[in-house]
C-alpha cells in the first residue's frame, strides 16, 4: 500500500480512520481476524472498527492495530502536528514506518525532567495516547527483551508522564494522564518481578492502583489490582491475592465485562491451585470458560492494554494450576490448547508454560522429558536474564529429589547453580 494513496489519505481527512485500518490491513494481505490475533483483540472487533466511519474511536484500540499494521499514527488522527508529518512520502516502505513509529515512541520516552519541561500540544486524549504508544511499545520489547535493558528506561517514561501530569490544565486531563501512568507503573512492577525484585515489584504495582484511583476508572483499578494479585500469589501470599481479586470484582460490579470476569477468574484458579483446593481451582476454570463464551459478543474493554482472552488462555491456566497441584492430567489433557494460546514471539511467557508442563511430566514419571523440557525454559530464562523463570526453575527442581540423579538432573543443576543473573 502506497502511504500516499489517494483513497487512504482522503480516509483520513474524513476521520474514517477504520477504513485506513481496512486499506492497510489488505494490502498487508490479512484477514480481519489474522489482524485480531495480533492485536490482541477479536474478529467482531476488527470489523466493527473498519465499518464505523467518521465517528468516535475507541483510541487504544486503533492505536493496536495501526501500530501492527505499520501506520504512521497522524493516519488515524493519534499525532499532533508538532509530532511528525501526517502522511509519509511515498516510496517509505514498512521497515521505515516501523522506525517512523519507534521514532515516536522514543520521543514520548525521553526523560525530560527539568524545571522548564516541554510543552506538549493539544492537551487531552491525543497527549495521553502518544505516550501509551511508548508503553506500548516497551511492553513488547519485553517479550524478548531482558528486563535490565529496558527498566531504567520505563522509568524515565514514568518521569515523563508525572512531569506531564503535572501541568494537567484540568482534572479531566490530570485522570486520563493519570491512567497512562498507571500502565506504565504496572509495566515497571512486571519488569521487577521479572528481576527478581519482589519489593520493587509490589511498590511498583501498588503506585499503579493508586494512579488508576485517581483516574476514576474502575476497571483500569481492577485489572491494577487483579495485576498484584497474581504477583502476590506467586510470591506465596496466596490469601492476600485472593483478596485482591475479590476486590477487584467488587470494583466491577455485577456489570463486568466478560473478558474481564474471565482473566479474574483464572487468576483465581491458580491462587486456589497454589493453596492446594483442586475443588475450588476446577470451579474457578469453568466460571472463566464460561465468561469466555461471552466475550465475543462485547466491545473490547476500555484499557490501554486489550489482551484476547479465549478458551486457549482458559487451557493455559488449567495448565499452572495443574502444575500447583501436581494433577498432570490437568496439565498433559489441556497441552495443545495452552501452548497455542502464548504468542509465538513470548519467550518468556512460552518458558513459564514450559516448566508447568515440565512438573506436569514429572508429576507422572517422565522424568527425562520433565527435565528436557525444563532445561529449555532455563536456557531462554538465562539467555534473558529473566529471575521469574530461573527462580520458577528452581521451584520445578525442588519437586524432585534423589540420591543418585540421572545425568539429564545433574545437568540442569549445573546449569541452575551457575545461574547468577
Known amino acids: 500500500m502506497s502511504w500516499s494513496d489517494s483513497a487512504a489519505r482522503e480516509a483520513a481527512r474524513a476521520g474514517d480512520y477504520g477504513r485506513v485500518i481496512e486499506l492497510a490491513r489488505k494490502a498487508g494481505r490479512l484477514t480481519q481476524r489474522q489482524l485480531g490475533d495480533a492485536c490482541g483483540l477479536s474478529q467482531s472487533a476488527i470489523s466493527r472498527m473498519e465499518k464505523r466511519g467518521a465517528a468516535d474511536y475507541n483510541m487504544t484500540t486503533l492505536a493496536r492495530a495501526a501500530h501492527h499494521l505499520g501506520i504512521a499514527p497522524g493516519l488515524v488522527g493519534l499525532a499532533d502536528s508538532g509530532t511528525a508529518s501526517v502522511v509519509p512520502a511515498e516510496g517509505h516502505d514498512s521497515v521505515e514506518r516501523r522506525q517512523f513509529l519507534a521514532g515516536v515512541a522514543a520521543t514520548a520516552a525521553t526523560?525530560?525532567?527539568?524545571?522548564?519541561?516541554?510543552?506538549?500540544?493539544?492537551?487531552?486524549?491525543?497527549?495521553?495516547?502518544v505516550l501509551r504508544v511508548a508503553t506500548t511499545a516497551f511492553r513488547r520489547m519485553d517479550a524478548s527483551v531482558p528486563a535490565r535493558q529496558l527498566a531504567d528506561t520505563v522509568q524515565g517514561h514514568m518521569r515523563l508522564v508525572q512531569s506531564v501530569a503535572a501541568q494537567a490544565p484540568d482534572q479531566a486531563t490530570r485522570a486520563r494522564l493519570a491512567a497512562a501512568g498507571s500502565e506504565v507503573a504496572s509495566l515497571a512492577g512486571w519488569l521487577?518481578?521479572?528481576?527478581?525484585?519482589?519489593?520493587?515489584?509490589?511498590?511498583?504495582?501498588?503506585?499503579?492502583?493508586?494512579?488508576?484511583?485517581?483516574?476514576?476508572?474502575?476497571?483500569?483499578t481492577a485489572y491494577q489490582q487483579g495485576s498484584l494479585a497474581q504477583f502476590e500469589v506467586e510470591a506465596g501470599n496466596v490469601a492476600q491475592g485472593l483478596s485482591l481479586i475479590r476486590a477487584a470484582r467488587r470494583q466491577l460490579g455485577s456489570d463486568r465485562p466478560a473478558i474481564a470476569a474471565a482473566w479474574l477468574s483464572s487468576l483465581e484458579a491458580v491462587a486456589h491451585a497454589a493453596a492446594g483446593d483442586e475443588r475450588a481451582s476446577d470451579?474457578?476454570?469453568?466460571?472463566?470458560?464460561?465468561?469466555?463464551?461471552?466475550?465475543?459478543?462485547?466491545?473490547?474493554?476500555?484499557w490501554?492494554?486489550?489482551?484476547?482472552?479465549?478458551?486457549?488462555?482458559?487451557?493455559?491456566?488449567?495448565?499452572?494450576?495443574?502444575?500447583r497441584l501436581a494433577r498432570p492430567r490437568w496439565v498433559l489433557t489441556s497441552l495443545d490448547d495452552a501452548t497455542a494460546a502464548l504468542s509465538s514471539n513470548h519467550e518468556k511467557q512460552r518458558a513459564l508454560l514450559g516448566l508447568d508442563v515440565a512438573s506436569g511430566h514429572m508429576a507422572s514419571g517422565h522424568l527425562d522429558t520433565a527435565f528436557a523440557l525444563a532445561g529449555r525454559s532455563l536456557d531462554t530464562g538465562l539467555r534473558l536474564r529473566s529471575g521469574r523463570v530461573v527462580e520458577r526453575a528452581r521451584a520445578f527442581r525442588r519437586g524432585y529429589s534423589s540420591a543418585t540423579p540421572p545425568t539429564i538432573v545433574r545437568d540442569f543443576d549445573a546449569r541452575l547453580h551457575d545461574a547468577y543473573l
Open 283 to 302: 470451579r474457578a476454570l469453568l466460571a472463566s470458560a464460561a465468561e469466555v463464551e461471552r466475550v465475543p459478543s462485547e466491545e473490547p474493554p476500555p
Open 192 to 220: 521487577a518481578w521479572d528481576m527478581a525484585d519482589a519489593g520493587s515489584a509490589r511498590t511498583w504495582y501498588g503506585a499503579a492502583i493508586k494512579a488508576a484511583r485517581r483516574s476514576g476508572n474502575p476497571l483500569l
Open 111 to 129: 526523560p525530560m525532567l527539568s524545571a522548564a519541561a516541554p510543552q506538549l500540544p493539544h492537551w487531552g486524549v491525543e497527549q495521553a495516547d
Open 304 to 323: 490501554p492494554w486489550v489482551f484476547a482472552f479465549d478458551l486457549r488462555k482458559v487451557a493455559a491456566a488449567r495448565v499452572t494450576s495443574g502444575a
